[in-house]
Structure formats: structure tokens, C-alpha cells
């Protein structure tokens, strides 16, 4: 079955870094899509950033555009989110999610539990 296990999360200050990893199982890795999405508290599902199978493309939401960088080791079927210069706005509980296809970002068929990034001085 597939799992997708996050971790990195936890408290950062502002200006501080973080990396997001996500571990994935029970799927070919390498032929989907995987993307990053994040609620913050009483706030809808945003979308950050999304990487096709291969990584030749990648994504990113305004919000996050220069701050934030998708990665993926197919080789270790991981994902990674590497946050740098991050503000109090970026509390979430942050998720991995597969697409449905190799090059269909936001379309998404499973979903990591989530790990929490909290931003706080």
C-alpha cells in the first residue's frame, strides 16, 4: 500500500531553515509526480510546490518562490522541501502528496499525516 511518511518539521525562528523529507513506499516513485502542500491553522490547503517524476520541472507558489527548493532522490524514493529564510507566515502543517501521473503537479491520490512547521521567535 502507499505511504508517505513526513518528518523535519518543528520550531524554527524567523530568517531560520528547515528541510522537509518525506519518505515514500509502495509505489514506483520514479513515475509520479510529488508535491508539497501546507494548512495553516483555520486557513485553506495551499499548494507550495510540486516537482514532476524525473525533476526536470519544478513549482512553486508565490508565497515560497526564492525561499523554498523541491527535491527528490529517486534512488531513495524520498521527497525533500528545503525551507530557508522563513517567516511566521509559513505555520503549517506541512504535506507530502503523489500525483496521480508523472507530470500532473496538483492532482493528488494520497497523502502524507503531515508534519508541523511552526515559526516563532
Known amino acids: 500500500q502507499v505511504q508517505l511518511v513526513e518528518s523535519g518539521g518543528g520550531l524554527a525562528q524567523p530568517g531560520g531553515s528547515l528541510r522537509l523529507s518525506c519518505a515514500a513506499s509502495?509505489?514506483?516513485?520514479?513515475?509520479?509526480?510529488m508535491s508539497w502542500a501546507r494548512q495553516a491553522p483555520g486557513k485553506g490547503l495551499e499548494w507550495v510546490s510540486g516537482?514532476?517524476?524525473?525533476?526536470?520541472?519544478?513549482y512553486y507558489a508565490d508565497s515560497v518562490k526564492g525561499r523554498f527548493t523541491i527535491s527528490r532522490d529517486n534512488a531513495k524514493n524520498t521527497l525533500y522541501l528545503q525551507m530557508n529564510s522563513l517567516k511566521p507566515e509559513d505555520t503549517a502543517l506541512y504535506y507530502c502528496?503523489?500525483?496521480?501521473?508523472?507530470?500532473?503537479?496538483?492532482?493528488?491520490?494520497?497523502w502524507g499525516q503531515g508534519t508541523q512547521v511552526t515559526v516563532s521567535s
Open positions: 502528496a503523489k500525483a496521480k501521473g508523472e507530470y500532473t503537479l496538483f492532482d493528488s491520490d494520497y
Open positions: 509502495g509505489f514506483t516513485f520514479s513515475s509520479y509526480a
Open positions: 516537482i514532476y517524476s524525473d525533476g526536470s520541472d519544478t
